[in-house]
């Protein structure tokens, strides 16, 4: 097992395409990260940088405290995931497992061992005499980590291992891959495009858009402390709704609603600005409610009544902006009928309307 570091990691494309910039991140001995992000940002590329797949441009990258940059990808032990699982369809299960390992000219019986031990982590134990014609598309995708594990690597990487998956499935197999990931406690990059997978499976993840990180942090602090409004709008189901408006005197005022902050948020949002300033909004849908209790009321005009049995996700309009409300299971609400909410205020995002940085 190893630490991962890449110290201002760039890759430039043979077309002058500048991929990936500057990125900087640590990765600690047996951490489970996750690189999230929308498609083109960089994530394969960076993935693939530190397989040995791709060249670096500029930069160092350290396995293990050794600088790898020239290493070839096979002298570099790490073991890659694919989201196409690559496997030789004329081998077994128990063949497409070992194969690596005979290429090593590791002794039979000590793949036989490895790949038992393999078998049964992952429940493929009855299944080592089939071809991958003769599996489901998850099993395939569970002898596609097999064949990674069985090499005993110094990490894992993997990218976007189960978008082949139906639904119901990736959500079996991210379960399998952090209940391998705590018996094996191999350092794991993982890559993904979907925020989901990243919240539930990452110990940390990295935001990236447009080929730079934008964030790097726990779930729970992603979710609570967006650094900025893309991480903000893309980190969360239902998205984080904005809505646009003017701070002066503690209060942003803005199309069809007025809102007063805290005391101290306002305070850190104005800074030195003492004339107004211009900001967006950042509301997560369960702020909302229709609790007076709750906070300060906003005047809303029902748009679209999605009701999900337990909870009811309720888009609506503010003036000409719009957001989204998570109320609960049993609420009657109909198009174009006019309501009140309330607005827990001290869980509000501000950020500025230019720089789109949180300054709440
Ligand atoms: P996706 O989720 O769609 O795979 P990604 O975040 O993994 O996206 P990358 O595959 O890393 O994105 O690509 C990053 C950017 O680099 C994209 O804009 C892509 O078009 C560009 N790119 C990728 N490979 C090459 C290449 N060989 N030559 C030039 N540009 C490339």
Redesign the pocket.
Known sequence: MAAISLQQVRKF???G?H?VRDFNLDIGDGEFVVFV?P????????LRMIAGLEEISDGQLRIGGTVVNDLEPKARDIAMVFQSYALYPHMTVRQNMGFALKLDGVPKTAITQRVDEAARMLQLDHLLDRRPKELSGGQRQRVALGRAIVRKPQAFLMD?PLSNLDAKLRVEMRASILKLHRQLGVTTVY?T?DQVEAMTMGDRIVV?KG?EIQQVASPMELYERPVNVFVGGFIGSPAMSFLDGELRDGSVTGDGYALRLPAAMAARAAGNQGAGRAVKLGLRPEILSLDPATGAALAVVVDVVEPLGAETIVTLRVGGGTVVARLGGNVKLVPEQAITLYLDTARVHVFDAATEANIG
């Not at 498609?39 to 960076?46: A, D, I, L, P, Q």
């Open positions: 494309y043979d077309n395409f991929a992000g498609s083109g940002c960089g994530k394969s590329t960076t976007e890559v495009h990236m080929g």
